[in-house]
Structures are given as structure tokens and as C-alpha cells.
């Protein structure tokens, strides 16, 4: 089974607007980190934001948010006020426990417009 | 500081051949991983060393491929006997052991088999 699913393949966005970008997990670790990663079109993998499954308030980073609902098991990624540069590759992923592997998502694909 | 750093950034080789890729992780990570992204694609896990724990060479894809991690540093990707299958980014990464610890990426070396 999927451990992370990112349902969106690809996201259009107007810039100056909000997006929100889907990603839920399974696991049946009680302790467990959700982390978003962009990747540009120049390829690097850029940490975004983290989440930790006992914090009690979602993550922020800047202009990027963690929607996170446990009992959902999602981690959504909001980006308000989106700028023509937050054009990428989106990647959730997953660590499981305080074990090292992480679990990465298919990906979605955000393209904002002028 | 010095970030991951992989090497060759680019490789193109012949199939048949034997390609070795190397990765130089962030210095007091614990962690290394490789994974591989073909073009447009998410990333498919390879495979990982957790100091001196035997890795988890769970996502190799055939007995082609290796991988050696020596003094917990400097990991070493190989592929032998090339196919053009094996045409793909291959990116390092390295983390910090457990919890908020994102993992940091290098910039991949491109495998182009012809």
C-alpha cells in the first residue's frame, strides 16, 4: 500500500493567490514527521517545512503552511501569495518512529501563472 | 557550511559498462541515502546507511547494484553492466539521526546510458 499519496499530479495556481497542495499518509507508528520538499526545474530538493505527529499546532515556514489533521492523516501544504517562483515540483514525505527511512510521495506539480 | 556533494555531476557511458557514483555527505550526519529520479518522475529509494547498522538495501532494484558506505562518510553508488534502463538523476542525501531532522539533498549526478 501507498504510504504517501499525493493525489494532484499537477496544480495551476493565479500568483498573488493561496494554493493548497494534498497529501495523506498511513502509518500505525504513533510518532511519525511529515516534511514538504520542493524541487525546481534546476533539480535541487529543497526542505520546506516539517510536522511532527505530537505537535499540537500546524507548522509554518514564511509563506508556507502545514494543514495538518491527524486523524485525516494529512499533512496538506499551503502556499499563500504565490509567486511565479513556487513554479516546481512538490514532494510529501514521511519518517516513521525515530527510524531513518523516509517514505517520499509521488509529487505534484504546481505551475503559478501570471 | 559544505552541503552534500555529489560527483560526477553528469555521466554518460556506454551500455555494458560500469559506472561508480560517488556521494559526500554533510559532515556528523548519521545517515545516508540514495535515491534515483527518472525524468518527470518522483524519486524511488535505493537505498540507506544508518552509521554503522547494516543499510537497508531494500529498494535496489537488481544485484547490478551496490553501494558502500566507508567510515561512515564517503557512500559510493554502483551500477555494473549498464542498461539503458539505468539512464536517470541519482541523488545523495544525508540526515541528522531521528526526529525534525530533514534530510539535505545534493544536486544529483545525471547517468545517461547510450
Known amino acids: 500500500a501507498q504510504k504517501i499519496t499525493q493525489t494532484q499530479p499537477g496544480m495551476f495556481v493565479q500568483e498573488k493567490e493561496a494554493v493548497t497542495l494534498d497529501c495523506t499518509y498511513d502509518?500505525?507508528?504513533?510518532?511519525?514527521?511529515l516534511f514538504w520538499y520542493k524541487q525546481p526545474s534546476s533539480g535541487e530538493m529543497i526542505f520546506l517545512i516539517y510536522q511532527g505527529s505530537y505537535d499540537q499546532q500546524n507548522a509554518t515556514e514564511g509563506r508556507y503552511s502545514l494543514n495538518f489533521q491527524k486523524a485525516r492523516k494529512s499533512a496538506n501544504l499551503v502556499i499563500s501569495a504565490s509567486q511565479l517562483g513556487d513554479s516546481a515540483m512538490y514532494f510529501c514525505?514521511?519518517?516513521?518512529?525515530?527510524?531513518?527511512?523516509?517514505?517520499f510521495g509521488p509529487g505534484t506539480r504546481l505551475s503559478v501563472l501570471p | 557550511g559544505a552541503g552534500v556533494s555529489q560527483s560526477p555531476s553528469n555521466k554518460v557511458t556506454e551500455k555494458g559498462k560500469d559506472v561508480e557514483l560517488r556521494c559526500d555527505p554533510i559532515?556528523?550526519?548519521?545517515?545516508l541515502y540514495w535515491y534515483r529520479q527518472s525524468l518527470g518522475q518522483g524519486l524511488e529509494f535505493l537505498i540507506y546507511?544508518?552509521?554503522?547498522?547494516?543499510?537497508?538495501k531494500s529498494g535496489l532494484p537488481s544485484d547490478r547494484f551496490s553501494a558502500e558506505r566507508t567510515g561512515g562518510s564517503v557512500s559510493t553508488l554502483t551500477i555494473q553492466r549498464t542498461q539503458q534502463e539505468d539512464s536517470a538523476v541519482y541523488l545523495c542525501?544525508?540526515?541528522?539521526?531521528?526526529?525534525?531532522?530533514?534530510?539535505?539533498f545534493g544536486d544529483g549526478t545525471r547517468l545517461s546510458i547510450l
Open positions: 502509518t500505525s507508528d504513533p510518532s511519525y514527521g
Open positions: 559532515s556528523g550526519h548519521t545517515a
Open positions: 514525505a514521511m519518517r516513521e518512529g525515530e527510524g531513518q527511512n523516509f517514505v
Open positions: 546507511f544508518q552509521g554503522n547498522s547494516a543499510p537497508d
Open positions: 542525501a544525508s540526515s541528522l539521526y531521528g526526529g525534525s531532522q530533514p534530510q539535505h
